[in-house]
């Protein structure tokens, strides 16, 4: 309403300022409209006067004529007056046209002047006719603007309710939360506690039955001792060295040194904790067998009671590494992608994840992988694998937020561990097989004790981490901004940081763990020495590039060679110690190469492509 009343407002006043325009200009136009008529007026009584004069001259003429000599003065001043009268009347007469003249230029004027404001008028008639449109335009406009701005002040309210609710849920949810976490911490240490009796209490029966034992077989030895041993005249004469005696226990006053010595069995070891008993009921032992090469003192024999063939299998002697000229074998992997490939520890299996998400298992024979089986469970691709130190549990992470962990013997999922927020792009046993770091691409390291199955402890690291390598106390991690990060488990701080020239797609040890192979997305190869935390040596070549932000490289066991995949499907070998390009390997693959892996008995190199093939190499 209040619209419509200003509107009223500005049409009347342009309507009484046209009204007060054409007073103004009527007044004007009927002055000078007055005058015309007035001398038209005139113009016309002159032409009467002219035309009584006219008659009055003929008749003046008409009786002179008739009376030539009478009244003769008279007609003189007639005729002068009347030539007087006439001079007048012609300036006059010449002074009325030219005002009507001038009148006439007046009204054309005037008329151009009225013709150029009707224009005007009818210009601002349809200016006023446009701008009535465009009020009527912007009205409805803000009508519609109103209209849903009512309908958005709806809505706010509704969301606001709906968030209040929310806000009130996830309040109650945080505080159910809070209250499961105490009951979940009290539960943990209850069980803890649990656990820790039934150690004491199985260490104690353990060394209980350890006492009977040794009670039993010092009875036995005992009553041995007493026992007289015939001697026959045929039997060998041993003589028992001193060390020798003290070495077979207790002997019998009685027994002759002459005599041939019976055998005793050794007393068992005193009892070693909860760890030793149940090594003992397993039958693991930490003798080496024969044919068999002991591990670094370092590792911790990974604790199951799954007996398999791979868990016999101890890492393989590397006598000499031999260069891979050769492919012996190619062969399709997977359905699609293949991302990463390893041997097992004795070099007898070869295990490859691929984007169908699986991990299988091929058999090395003879220069040829043979399939063995496939470990399932995954619900998104495999993006890297790693087996434990004794080769009796295989670690593989994927894209579906998870790691987990299969047994090689029976290929069953035995763990999955899960508690990232973006894809696990790496995933690696550390030394004591009991736990394990994975990263993600939720720029977070985790911790993961498998004895639990619980991540113990979270770090953020800031970027997305493409690989982890592992030692003793310390874990380096690449990442997608160009860093390597050396972090200490224990503080669960960063020690070091090293930026390279690209982001970081690979790392690896050598043997000794002394120097750290990395691989970025500049196109260059680097040995990175841990001693002084340099890079000590960088490798490329022409035509060597980067794949993607995942591609794998390797040290050979040895540590004399390095290994890696090129974008065009050519694989590269360098020699450490002169830092030159030993041998391109370019008739195997059509595709990018991902990953590529060293057998720890240095006699083959596998590799994997973004197409579904996998190549066997070797010198043979």
């Avoid at 007609?75 to 010449?94: C, F, G, N, Y």
């Avoid at 041993?229 to 041993?238: A, H, K, V, Y």
């Avoid at 009796?392 to 299969?406: E, H």
């Avoid at 691409?441 to 991540?455: G, I, M, Q």
Wanted: proline share 3%.
């Amino acid at each position: 309403m209040a619209g419509r009343g200003v509107g009223c407002l500005w049409k009347r006043h342009v309507v009484e300022q046209l009204k007060q325009r054409d007073r103004v200009q009527r007044q004007a136009f009927e002055e000078i409209i007055h005058q015309y008529n007035r001398l038209l007026e005139r113009s016309d009584l002159q032409v009467v006067f002219s035309e009584r004069l006219q008659t009055d001259k003929y008749e003046h003429q008409n009786r002179h004529d008739l009376s030539p000599g009478v009244d003769g003065g008279r007609s003189d001043s007639l005729q002068q007056e009347m030539a007087q009268m006439r001079i007048k009347h012609q300036e006059e007469l010449t002074e009325l046209h030219k005002k009507r003249g001038e009148l006439a230029q007046n009204v054309i004027e005037l008329n151009n002047q009225i013709q150029q404001k009707d224009k005007e008028i009818q210009s601002n008639e349809a200016k006023m006719q446009e701008y009535h449109q465009q009020i009527s335009r912007l009205e409805g406009e803000c009508r519609d603007l109103r209209n849903s701005l009512t309908d958005l002040e709806r809505a706010n309210q509704t969301l606001r309710d709906e968030y209040d609710a929310l806000q009130i849920t996830f309040s109650a949810l945080e505080e159910k939360l809070r209250k499961t976490t105490e009951d979940n911490l009290e539960l943990v240490t209850r069980w803890m506690a649990e656990k820790a009796q039934e150690a004491n209490r199985l260490n104690a029966e353990n060394e209980k039955d350890t006492r009977r034992r040794q009670a039993k077989l010092q009875k036995e030895l005992a009553d041995a001792a007493k026992e007289p041993l015939p001697i026959d005249q045929d039997d060998d004469i041993e003589v028992l060295s001193e060390e020798a005696a003290k070495g077979t226990g207790e002997t019998s006053p009685s027994r002759q040194p002459g005599r041939t010595p019976r055998r005793v069995s050794q007393p068992p070891p005193p009892p070693g904790g909860l760890l030793d008993s149940i090594s003992n009921i397993f039958g693991l032992s930490d003798s080496v067998q024969p044919g068999f090469v002991p591990s670094d003192s370092r590792r911790r024999r990974s604790v199951n009671s799954f007996g398999s063939p791979e868990a016999a299998e101890a890492p393989a002697a590397c006598a000499d590494v031999r260069v891979p000229s050769t492919a012996l074998h190619i062969f399709d992997a997977h359905d699609g992608e293949v991302n990463a490939v390893r041997f097992s520890p004795g070099s007898r299996l070869l295990a490859t994840g691929g984007m169908d998400r699986r991990v299988k298992l091929w058999e090395v024979v003879s220069g040829r992988c043979e399939p063995k089986g496939a470990l399932t469970g995954s619900n998104a691709g495999i993006t890297s694998i790693e087996f434990d130190s004794a080769g009796t549990y295989l670690l593989a992470a994927s894209n579906d937020f998870a790691s987990r962990i299969w047994t090689v013997d029976d290929f069953r999922l035995r763990h999955t561990l899960t508690g990232h927020s973006g894809k696990v792009l790496s995933a690696r046993f550390l030394l004591d097989n009991a736990r394990i770091v994975s990263g993600s691409y939720d720029r977070t390291l985790k911790l993961w004790d498998l004895r639990s199955k619980v991540c113990m402890k979270t770090v953020f690291a800031g970027s997305s981490c493409n690989d982890i390598v592992c030692t003793e106390q310390c874990v380096m991690s690449g990442h997608f901004d160009k860093k390597v990060r050396f972090w200490d488990i224990r503080a669960e701080s960063i020690v070091h940081e090293l930026e390279l020239l690209g982001r970081v797609t690979s790392l690896d040890l050598n043997h000794d763990r002394t120097e750290l192979l990395t691989c970025s997305r500049d196109d260059l190869v680097k040995i990175i020495d841990l001693r002084t935390n340099a890079v000590r040596q960088t490798f490329n070549a022409q035509g060597f590039k980067c794949g993607s932000d995942f591609t794998r490289v390797t040290f050979s066991p040895d540590g004399s060679y390095v290994a890696a995949g090129s974008a065009d499907g050519v694989l590269y070998i360098w020699n450490v110690l002169t830092g030159k390009l030993e041998k391109t390997l370019d008739k195997g693959h059509s595709s990018a190469i991902n990953s590529v892996s060293w057998s720890p008995s240095g006699a083959y190199v596998a590799s994997v492509e973004k197409g579904s093939k996998a190549v066997l190499w070797s010198d043979m």
